[in-house]
Structure formats: structure tokens, C-alpha cells
């Protein structure tokens, strides 16, 4: 059973970079079923899809976020990362990651999320 | 790309059919059958419920299924019980961002 676990700082002070690494267990990320993905849910909203990336690299990025993201794999780690860069209040969010089936789009399988607070 | 459009709500009685809708465009939904539906009960992950428009995941119950007719998906929960009290997303795949979820409803079962 293919799991994810979120991990990284809860707190992050705005214009600085929050950075959280997404552990795979159970299956190996060097996977043709998945791209790998991070998805946000600020407090008491909707879900966003942050981005999502191949075990070979070629992410794809929400273009609201385009210009502040970075998602990269690394598979001797079996792990995904997520780099968001000059953050405000705006980015307070829950954090998921989660699988991005390759050929019919879809999230099977979730981490727990991981809340993410910016503030000074 | 904007989010798909949902109802905020949607209510019923025990035993009843509640039908959610998820409106999206040519470029999404009306043009491909890459549309999924998720539950997020308060406090938890998503969990996948009804993929590429109609298929149920193994575990979840028949109660629960999807639709769709032009640009517009349909998650239809029969027999509401109360464990189905949670909030649904949809999402699908677009040619141009290329991937993103509904506005979200709330399934309050009366």
C-alpha cells in the first residue's frame, strides 16, 4: 500500500521560502503510474493544485504559482519537494501530497497534510 | 484557468438522493473524461471517490456515482446516511493548466 507522509517547518516568516519534502513508502517513485503532486487548502477553502512532476523530472506548475514554485524528485531518497518562494499570509495552507495518476489525471492516494503558517 | 463551478451546498434526509454538479468548459471537463470526485470530511485528506467520470474505487460504496453530459459532471450519493456528511471536490484535467479542482460543496445530511 503505496503512503505519503508531509514533512518540513510549520512556521515561516513572509518573503522567505517554504520548503516541505513529501516521503513515498510502499512503492517506488521511479513509477510510470504517478506523477507526483502538491496540493494546498488554505483554512476554511477549496482545494489548489500546486503543481505535480514525473519521476524524470518535467513538472507542471499552476500558472497563478508558476513564477514562485519549484517541485523536484529525488529518488535515491524515494522523496518529492516543494519550494515556494517569497511568501506571504496568502500561502497559510494545509500542504498535501499526493499522486497524480499519469493517464487519467486523478489523486489516489493522500498524505495527511501538514499545516503551514506564515507569519513574523 | 479558473476553479470548476459547484453548488456551496446541497441537503437531505437520510435515505434520500442528493445530486452534486460540477460545471467546467470545452477545455476541461466537456472534452475529456479525466474528471474525478473527492470527500474530505472536517479535519481529513481528500479521498478519492469516483475517477475518469463514473469508476468507483475498490471500498467505496455503489451509492455513490458519477456523471457526466457536456461540460457539466454529476456526483449522485443514493441512500444518504450520515457518514456522508463531509465536503466534495471535483477535478479535472484542461488543455491549458493542466490540472484543477471545483469550488468545493458542503453535503449536509438533515
Known amino acids: 500500500q503505496l503512503q505519503l507522509q508531509e514533512s518540513g517547518p510549520g512556521l515561516v516568516k513572509p518573503s522567505e521560502t517554504l520548503s516541505l519534502t513529501c516521503t513515498v513508502s510502499?512503492?517506488?517513485?521511479?513509477?510510470?503510474?504517478?506523477?507526483w503532486a502538491w496540493i494546498r487548502q488554505p483554512p476554511g477553502k477549496g482545494l489548489e493544485w500546486i503543481g505535480s512532476v514525473y519521476y524524470s523530472g518535467s513538472p507542471y506548475y499552476n500558472p497563478s504559482l508558476k513564477s514562485r514554485v519549484t517541485i523536484s524528485v529525488d529518488t535515491s531518497k524515494n522523496q518529492f519537494a516543494l519550494k515556494l518562494i517569497s511568501v506571504t499570509a496568502a500561502d497559510t495552507a494545509v500542504y498535501y501530497c499526493?499522486?497524480?495518476?499519469?493517464?487519467?489525471?486523478?489523486?489516489?492516494?493522500w498524505g495527511q497534510g501538514t499545516l503551514v503558517t506564515v507569519s513574523s | 484557468q479558473s476553479a470548476l463551478t459547484q453548488p456551496p451546498s446541497v441537503s437531505g434526509s437520510p435515505g434520500q438522493s442528493v445530486t452534486i454538479s460540477c460545471t467546467g468548459t470545452s477545455s476541461d471537463v466537456g472534452s475529456y473524461n479525466r474528471v474525478s470526485w473527492y470527500q474530505q470530511p472536517p479535519g481529513t485528506a481528500p479521498k478519492l471517490m469516483i475517477y475518469e467520470v463514473s469508476n468507483r474505487p475498490s471500498g467505496v460504496p455503489d451509492r455513490f456515482s458519477g456523471s457526466k453530459s457536456g461540460n457539466t459532471a454529476s456526483l449522485t450519493i443514493s441512500g444518504l446516511q450520515a457518514e456522508d456528511e463531509a465536503d466534495y471536490y471535483c477535478?479535472?484535467?484542461?488543455?491549458?493548466?493542466?490540472?484543477?479542482f471545483g469550488t468545493g460543496t458542503k453535503v449536509t445530511v438533515l
Open positions: 499526493a499522486t497524480l495518476h499519469s493517464r487519467s489525471w486523478y489523486n489516489d492516494y
Open positions: 477535478s479535472s484535467y484542461t488543455i491549458s493548466t493542466p490540472y484543477v
Open positions: 510502499g512503492d517506488s517513485i521511479i513509477s510510470r503510474t504517478y506523477y
